[in-house]
């Protein structure tokens, strides 16, 4: 009896222990639940019940937002252009990190290597958005890609020589800007003739150009002349003249054509003069052609509607592939070395030994860094926004962006904006759901 009184006490103070350490364990966690509540439960719950009203938010129209999500173009292709980066982005990333985690493992300055890649996580996106949108300028003397692009091509292909040339009017010449151009009267052999151009800056002039001379006669099988810049400085000189002061305009390619054909071709001296030879008698028109006279190779058009969402992707691959590289490092740093001695003791080759030891034994830090990317890649705003230009903004939209358009971005459809946030959420729950079950199995 004197057992079961000392008991009863025993257990009281038990339960009255378990009682404070819940209460001190409420005590504790109550502000995080009231942030989170503030934070995240509240907002979902209030954009669940905005998005069943209408844009002024008077109105109850129930799915009706919903309804209008599957109709709307423009949403539509939000929600392509999401799929693809959900598609593209986490694979080429994993796939990345992957690569560049195992050679680090064989580079000897494997740390700053690493430290290297992974600067770019501590640029915003803001600032990575404004970098790469400076990078993709069309503009080759401002996109460094452009200008890099640009370099290249004219190292296979020579840049015309005068761009911006034109022929003066009723001076002998007929064609319009950008060529080609041809003479007006035919001409025969032993015929000298004079083609004046402007519209060229003096800088524009190649720095071995020389005073214009005026051709002579070119005998019975030739046809001779100058091809020249028909301004004299000061603007003195009269046009369509070889006037003292003006320069020869050395490179110009000039074709004597018959029936169509081209009879010969020369090319201007540094003087200007040119040469067409072996002409049989009868009547030529001589062409400039437009190869002349071409605009300069600007480049790819990175932010036009064709190549926006591969060129923000390829941004957004700047700034997280050293995160990728970081987490599978992690994981190769922890598979077992033996196994893989052991595999090179029976004679596999380093591809086999990554395909079928490597890869299998990192296959859940793989996926938990491609779902991780997954939800990341899901609520991209940032880059989107910044470097996509105003003309081509929908055509790289996705829905981050299209929600933020439609709510507050001059579509002040905050019903419809709210069911977009609502989808968005659904979208992204899974993969969260996912990625937590991977790392409790993990922790367990």
């Known amino acids: 009896m ?13 339960r009255l ?9 409420v005590l504790f966690v109550l502000p995080a639940l009231l942030l989170l509540g503030a934070l995240v439960v509240y907002p979902v719950l209030f954009s669940f019940g905005r998005s069943l009203f209408d844009a002024d938010g008077d109105r109850f129209v129930g799915a009706a937002n919903y309804a209008a999500l599957v109709q709307d173009p423009a949403t539509l292709k939000a929600i392509r252009n999401s799929a693809v980066w959900v598609v593209v982005a986490p694979t080429l990333l994993t796939g990345l990190g992957l690569m560049l985690a195992v050679l680090t493992e064989k580079v000897r300055w494997a740390t700053a290597f690493k430290l290297v890649l992974f600067l770019p996580m501590a640029v915003s996106f803001l600032a990575a958005g404004i970098i790469f949108r400076l990078a993709y300028e069309q503009d080759p003397d401002r996109g460094v890609l452009n200008a890099a692009a640009a370099a290249v091509h004219d190292g296979f292909d020579d840049a015309a020589a005068y761009p ?3 022929a003066r009017e009723g001076h ?8 080609p151009y041809n003479t007006a009267d035919t001409v025969r052999p032993g015929d ?11 800088d524009a002039v190649p720095a071995g150009a020389e005073a214009a001379a005026a051709g002579a006669g070119g005998g019975a099988d030739a046809i001779t002349g100058v091809v020249h810049l028909d301004f004299a400085p000061g603007g003195a000189g009269t046009p369509g003249r070889v006037d003292a002061g003006e320069k020869g305009l050395p490179g110009m390619t000039v074709e004597a054509v018959r029936d169509g054909r081209v009879a010969a071709t020369a090319t201007s001296a540094e003087d200007g003069s040119f040469r067409l030879t072996g002409l049989a008698d009868g009547a030529y028109t001589v062409r400039l052609p437009a190869a002349n006279f071409e605009a300069p190779y600007q480049g790819v058009n990175w932010l036009g509607p064709a190549l926006v969402t591969p060129a923000i992707i390829g941004a957004y691959l700047w700034v997280w592939t050293g995160f ?34 490597t890869v299998p034994l990192l296959a ?9 990317l997954v939800i990341n890649v899901m609520k991209v705003f940032d880059l989107v926004w910044i470097i996509a230009p105003g003309p081509v903004q929908e055509e790289a939209n996705v829905l981050a962006t299209r929600m933020w358009m439609v709510s507050f971005g001059g579509g002040n459809d905050q019903g419809l904006g709210s069911a977009l946030s609502m989808v968005l959420l ?19």
């Open 17 to 25: 222990a378990r009682r404070r350490k819940r209460r001190l364990a």
């Open 192 to 202: 000298t003739l004079n083609l004046g151009f402007i519209g060229i800056a003096p």
């Open 426 to 444: 659904l979208l992204v729950v899974p993969a969260m759901i996912f990625n937590v079950r991977r790392f409790r199995r993990s922790g367990a």
């Open 2 to 14: 004197a057992d079961t009184v000392t008991a009863r006490p025993a257990a009281d103070g038990r």
């Open 164 to 166: 911006t040339a034109r």
């Open 324 to 357: 990728s590289m970081v987490l599978i490092g992690a994981g190769l740093a922890a598979i077992p070395r033996d196994a893989l001695e052991a595999a090179r003791m029976d004679g596999a080759t380093e591809g086999q030994i990554f395909r079928k030891i």
């Open 364 to 372: 859940p830090v793989l996926t938990v860094v491609f779902v991780t």
């Open 172 to 179: 002998g010449l007929t064609g319009s800007a950008g060529g």
